[in-house]
Each structure stands twice: as structure tokens, then as C-alpha cells.
């Protein structure tokens, strides 16, 4: 298999070092697999380590955080593996609640490669899963979609009564062990969840993008639906008391602690608008290692002393971190960008890998607590060489400090250099049939100069019917 033959550079050789060991938990997970749509074994992106195959949601972000544009023929294939027919129609398989996430995943796939064949059959995954969704999961009392958090499949995620499972750790268990109160239409988890809730938004904006790209006609029911979800997250989970948005929507009373991925998520999408999102980062709690996924952590796994938390609750995983981050870039939020990059820098550094998730306080690989049979305060262990984690980094860096986004006619470069990062060269990044070398110097993130091959331009961005080598030269302050 063909890797880009990537070279980066940095004055801070720290980040220099993490770029590569994340470039090498990426690479060391990309092995044959064969499901979903794949009529043979081919290469799929695992979800890291310690697993033997793909999961929906890791496939999207791991697309989504970068490695769409260095292996792009494996994450389609990726993407394809975890796709499913039933009925005649191409469905998105995976843990029902938040496998609407692969709509975000295919169009990053379509925007780092050009590929309107894998767009077509995208489309149609996105039509169907949104309509069985509809109708199995949305609520159309709160205008919201029923579900767990996105990634939140351990029941340390969620408060009580969500952990009377019967010992089992996987919140699904939850409906079959408690048949009084689950709904009755769905799977029957009767929470509501903000990260999951913009996903869906993001799925109907997304719907309508493919649609049009294709030149086809877009369903003007998408755009309907999306501004209503829109008001209905912005009605039922922004609390103005706190500032932020509550994590969950449920019949036993919500739940208002603060979820990093739902946040990040809300400014991302454009559900936020400019006030709410400053507010947001006013009061999204960070802690000393980055950003927790759920804070704070839920009593039953805390402790007197302070120091143990949650699988789900209360520790830091790194794809959070990093959708955090691209946030705190993509506003200009330079010291909440660099804590959490010079954060998972150094814990790359000193394990020589990215963990699946880290202790909030000490930075530690640290699996949390979690029930697992008779045990209420189980501690898991934090897997391995997650790719999740290590595409997040890949984000950090090119959607972060080179400031690369691409859009559906070209890419343009918005870089965000902080205090101590003035020097970085990303050589032969690919994108669709261009070979991009970027330099950016300086620090800060207005653009003073920009140059392409040489030659001025008054706007950092490139097109996407451009082929060949280009080479992009900036100068912020």
C-alpha cells in the first residue's frame, strides 16, 4: 500500500515528533477486513489497537479529522464497510443512535477526493438512514431525536437511573432491564442528547449539499427540518443561567452538566450563534490535561481525594479534544487552541502513542471507572494506539496550526500559530490531483502574505480543478 510521503517540520520539535507517531498509530491500523458493503477484503482504517474492525462513528471522524486526505481510497473503503442493505435500500449500520455521523464522515470522503460515484451512493445511505430514523427516533413533542451521546455507549456516560442495567456496561442494555420506562416507539432509551442532536442537523445541511452537487433535486423538506431541529436544540438544551448548553433532555428531570463533544459540535455546525458561542467558551470547563468529555463526573465514581472519574464522565479523550480545538481555532481562541494541543503533544511524546482516553488531573493513560458486573467502580483500561485519538491530532495540525479547510470548490488556508509555534512545512499533502507543500510563519493568525508557486495572492486559497504541485507560502502576525 501507497502512503503519502509526508515530511513536517516545526521549530517546536515536540509537535514535529507527535505529527509522525500519529502518522504511525494511523498507518499501523489500516489492515484487510470485510463487511458492509466490501465484497472482498480490503484495507479499512480499525478503530485502533486494540480492535479488529471499524466502527461507524470512528470511521467518520477518523475521515473527517484528516485521514480522508492522506489514504482516501481507505477510508472509502472504510466507509463502505460499515454500510448495510436491507430491503432494497443502503443503509448506515453501527449503534443506531449516532450512526447518522457517517453523513458528516461521507462528505469529508467527497471533499478531500472529488469522488461524485461514492457521493451518489452517500446520498442515498444519508436518504434512507435519516428517514428510518424519523420514524423509529424522533420525538415530535421536543422536535428532537431520541438516543445516547455520540461515543457515549458505556453507561458511565450517563447519570442515574441509566446505569440499572443489570451490570452491564453498555447502555443499550438499559430499555430490556428497565421495560416500564422505555419508550414505545424505538429502541426505547427515552434520553435526548445534544451531541447527538447536531449530528443530525449536520445530517440534513449535508443531505441537502450532496443533492446539489450532484444536480439533482434537493428535497426542500431537509432545510425545513434542519432550521427546526436548530430551534429545537437551541430551545430545550441552551440553559442561559449557565451559559452553555445542558447535556441532556429526558422525562427524569435532564441533565445540566456540560458535554466537550456537543459544544464543539454546536459551534462547528453553526447552531450557536456568535453570542451563545462566546458564552461557551466562557464556561466550558477545562481541565489541566484538555478538555473533559462530560463534566463533572458523575458522584457514583467519584472519590474524597478527588481523583477518579467516569469512563465517560469526567476524563479526557482525545477526539474530543481535538473537535474542541478546531473550534477554539476556527474563533480565533488561541490559548484554548494551544492547551489543548500542547497538552496531547506532550502525552504523545512521553508514551510514544495516543491513548484512548487520559485522567483529567495527572494526564495519565487512564481507562476510568465503569460497571462491569458485580462491579459498581470497575476500572477499564484505556486502549491503545486509538486512531481516533491520533487523527485528532492530525486535526490539530492541519485544521489548526496550517489552517487547512477545505470546502466544495478548494481548499483555504486559515492557519492559527500560538505563542511559541513560529516556523512549521507540511511537504506532499495530497489533495485530489494537487501535491500541496505548506509553509506558515510567524505567529498569530492574520494573513500578512500569501503565496502560491511564487506568485502573490490577495486570498490564501486554491481551487480544486488545479493539479500538480503547489506551494503555499504564508506569513501571519
Known sequence: MDYPELHFMSNREDIGRAFRIALGDLYSNIAPYQDGLLDRAE???????????????????????????????????????????????????????????????AMAQYLYSGDKVFLSLALDAVRHSLARLEQNEFEPALGLFRGPACYGDGIAAYPEPYNQTQGDSCILAWPACNPERRTQTGYGLPMHALSTNCLYYAAYVLAQQ????????????????????????????????????????????????????????????GIAEVAQIESIFSNQYVAP?????????????????????????????????????????????????????????????????????YHPITGLSYGGLQELGS??????????????????????????????????????????????????????????????????????????????????????YIPATREGEQHVHLVVG
Open 43 to 105: 484495507s479499512v482504517v480499525l478503530a485502533g489497537l486494540d480492535y479488529d474492525a471499524p466502527w461507524t462513528r470512528d470511521a467518520a471522524i477518523n475521515t473527517w479529522n484528516g485521514a480522508g486526505l492522506l489514504v482516501p481510497d481507505v477510508t472509502r473503503t472504510t466507509l463502505l464497510a460499515v454500510l448495510q442493505r436491507d430491503a432494497g435500500e443502503v443503509l448506515i449500520g453501527g449503534q443506531y443512535w449516532d450512526a447518522i455521523i457517517w453523513a458528516i464522515g
Open 289 to 357: 490535561a484538555g478538555v473533559p468529555c462530560v463534566w463533572p463526573s458523575f458522584p457514583r465514581y467519584t472519590s474524597v481525594d478527588g481523583q477518579t472519574f467516569g469512563r465517560h464522565s469526567g476524563t479526557v479523550w482525545p477526539h474530543i479534544q481535538a473537535l474542541w480545538a478546531d473550534a477554539a481555532a476556527l474563533y480565533g481562541k488561541v490559548d484554548v487552541f494551544a492547551h489543548e494541543l500542547n497538552q496531547l503533544t506532550k502525552y504523545a511524546n512521553r508514551d510514544v502513542q495516543f491513548a484512548e482516553l
Open 210 to 269: 450532496m443533492a446539489a452537487e450532484l444536480h439533482e433535486s434537493p428535497d426542500p423538506i431537509w432545510n425545513r427540518k434542519a432550521q427546526a431541529l436548530k430551534n429545537a436544540i437551541n430551545r430545550h438544551f441552551w440553559v442561559p443561567e449557565l451559559g452553555r448548553y445542558r447535556y441532556l433532555v429526558d422525562p427524569f428531570g435532564n441533565c445540566d452538566y456540560t458535554e466537550a463533544m456537543g459544544q464543539s459540535l454546536a459551534i462547528l455546525f
Open 375 to 460: 462491579e459498581p467502580r470497575h476500572l477499564w483500561a484505556s486502549c491503545s494506539r486509538q486512531t481516533w485519538s491520533a487523527t485528532g491530532y492530525l486535526r490539530m495540525v492541519l485544521r489548526g496550526l496550517l489552517g487547512v479547510r477545505i470546502e466544495l470548490t478548494g481548499v483555504q488556508f486559515e492557519p492559527l500559530l500560538p505563542q511559541g509555534v513560529n516556523y512549521l512545512c507540511l511537504q506532499h499533502l495530497p489533495y485530489r490531483r494537487m501535491n500541496l507543500t505548506i509553509t506558515v510563519e510567524g505567529t498569530g493568525s492574520h494573513i500578512q502574505s500569501c503565496h502560491v508557486n511564487g506568485q502573490s495572492l490577495s486570498r490564501a
